[in-house]
């Protein structure tokens, strides 16, 4: 498996309305500037992130994007799952029934432990537990009127 452009992208994404979690809406012009990353292909990125409930909106001249959730209760999982598709390192991990050799195949109990490896690492690791890795999140506890841009 292959993260592309949209797993990484969309993943920065929300670790940036993590680091900014309690300052409300954020504008995706900012989140753009900050991140380094095209408006335009945020957009596209936000529309799946918020079907799948992982952010909201609001609109008006204060409006922006926020996460619906708390940080620590959003995987990195869920985000890459979201823009991504089921996570697997081959197809018959998740859809057996695409290859007829599945129920005999020698090699696809390794495919399914790669999987599954990679599923718990993911799922396990919270936009949170990316702040306190970062340094980010002590840095926000020690200077919560602390505003970067």
């Known amino acids: ?5 949209r797993g990484r992208y969309g993943t920065r994404l929300m670790v940036d309305l993590a680091k900014h979690f309690a300052d409300g809406p954020i504008p995706l012009a900012k989140i753009a500037k900050r991140q380094d990353l095209s408006a335009k292909y945020l957009e596209q990125l936000i529309i799946l992130l918020k079907g799948a409930g992982l952010i909201r909106s609001a609109r008006g001249r204060r409006g922006g994007y926020m996460l619906a959730r708390k940080p620590e209760d ?8 979201t823009l ?11 859809e057996p029934e695409l290859c007829y050799r599945s129920p005999e195949c020698p090699t ?14 993911l799922f396990s690791l919270t936009l949170q537990d990316i702040l306190r890795k970062s340094g980010a999140l002590e ?5 919560p009127n602390k505003q970067k841009e």
Do not use: F, H, P, Y
Not at 1 to 5: D, G, I, L, N, P
């Open 1 to 5: 498996m292959r993260v592309s452009t």
């Open 74 to 81: 959003i995987s990195v999982g869920e985000i890459v799952e």
């Open 84 to 94: 991504e598709g089921k996570l697997a390192v081959v197809d018959c991990v998740t």
């Open 108 to 121: 696809r109990e390794i495919w399914v432990g790669v999987t599954d490896v990679l599923k718990n690492q």
């Open 139 to 143: 840095e926000l506890l020690e200077n």
